[in-house]
């Protein structure tokens, strides 16, 4: 089955902790892209990767990082995570010329 | 950047009515427009997409229509029903596949 995940579905950490969100896609897509999502904000785009090894940043990068090793892979890291960061976060990946997928979320919760 | 406005921000409408929801484009290169449905506790769904070459399209009972030169598009959905109760997104890219630039959403109650 054609799918992206993402893992952990929920977690809850504490500040300055440092934490790993996985993302991982099955249709060979070269487009993959973190999005945030808060109540009355909309999605808002973190970082996104145009194929291994290529990544750039979106409208909310400060505090993440990223990397692309393998095409399927794309995982979020957060170095020291803040309570504003508190968030659903959303993983999405495509093809050039297709439409996006997104993963089931990860809501995360930053005391 | 691109810079995408939706209205409203909130709409309630009775079933079999016909609900609007209308967007506006900051980018003129933007040439995709995709709408996404995200009911409670899901991920955003695409359920309709145009292309700036194409000024309108229709899937049963959701319609799109784009005016390029006015940079706005919109989301018809006509005989509501409650199930098309839901948080409704624009988006606007350079492409489809490529970076969306998102609308703060649209929540969707259609009432019985």
């Known amino acids: 089955e054609a799918q992206v995940t993402q893992n952990p579905r929920y977690l809850i950490t504490v500040t300055g902790k440092k934490l790993t969100v996985t993302c991982s896609q099955n249709m060979n897509h070269e487009y993959m892209s973190w999005y945030r999502q808060d109540p009355g904000l909309g999605l808002r785009q973190i970082y996104y990767?145009?194929?291994?090894?290529?990544?750039d940043k979106g409208d909310v990068p400060e505090g993440y990082k990223v990397s692309r090793k393998e095409k399927r892979n794309f995982p979020l890291i957060l170095e020291s995570p803040s309570p504003n960061q508190t968030s659903l976060y959303f993983c999405?990946?495509?093809?050039?010329?297709?439409?996006?997928?997104f993963g089931p979320g990860t809501r995360l919760t930053v005391t | 950047g691109e810079n995408v406005e939706q209205h409203p921000s909130t709409l309630s409408v009775q079933e079999g009515d016909s609900a609007v929801i209308k967007c506006t484009y900051s980018d003129s290169a933007s040439n995709y427009f995709p709408w996404y449905k995200q009911e409670l506790g899901k991920r955003p769904q695409l359920i309709i997409d145009?292309?700036?070459?194409?000024g309108e399209k229709k899937d049963q009972r959701i319609a799109v229509t784009l005016n390029k030169t006015a940079k706005h598009f919109s989301l018809h959905i006509t005989e509501t029903q409650p199930e098309d109760s839901a948080v409704y997104f624009c988006a606007a890219s350079l492409s489809s596949g490529y970076a969306l630039n998102f609308g703060k959403g649209t929540s969707l109650l259609v009432t019985p």
């Open positions: 999405a990946s495509s093809s050039l010329g297709d439409e996006q997928y």
């Open positions: 145009i292309r700036s070459n194409v």
């Open positions: 990767s145009m194929n291994v090894e290529v990544t």
